[in-house]
């Protein structure tokens, strides 16, 4: 299994950027999918997930009404747009697959390498 998170950057407060999670080697349409990402210092933390058809969302408090996870099952291909962007948004963001659909780390089976997303003020 591989997932392959792309679209990390360096980017302005107030800017938008989308990360992209590109699975292989498993039946994608039915894992639900997470985005987590862990800040210089600081713990992994949730950030956002997607049940496996699409149709349920979850987002931590941080980050809810500004980011927006989605999915291509066709694609094997989960997505995190990210909008509104603040510098306590600097993190290394990872993707990960879970056989269900949760909100914490512990429930996922197969993580991505992550992706530097900067946030400068």
């Known amino acids: 299994v591989q997932l392959q998170a792309s679209g990390g950057g360096s980017v302005q407060a107030g800017g938008s950027l989308r990360l992209s999670c590109a699975a292989s080697g498993l039946t994608f349409s039915v894992y639900g999918m997470g985005w987590f990402r862990q800040a210089p210092g600081k713990e992994r933390e949730f950030v956002a997930a997607?049940?496996?058809?699409?149709?349920?969302?979850y987002y931590a408090d941080s980050v809810k009404g500004r980011f927006t996870i989605s999915r291509d099952n066709a694609r094997n291909t989960v997505y995190l747009q990210m909008n509104s962007l603040k510098p306590e948004d600097t993190a290394v963001y990872y993707c990960a697959a879970s056989i269900g659909y949760y909100f914490t780390e512990e429930r996922y089976n197969y993580w991505g390498q992550g992706t530097l997303v900067t946030v400068s003020s």
């Open positions: 997607i049940n496996w058809t699409g149709s349920s969302t």
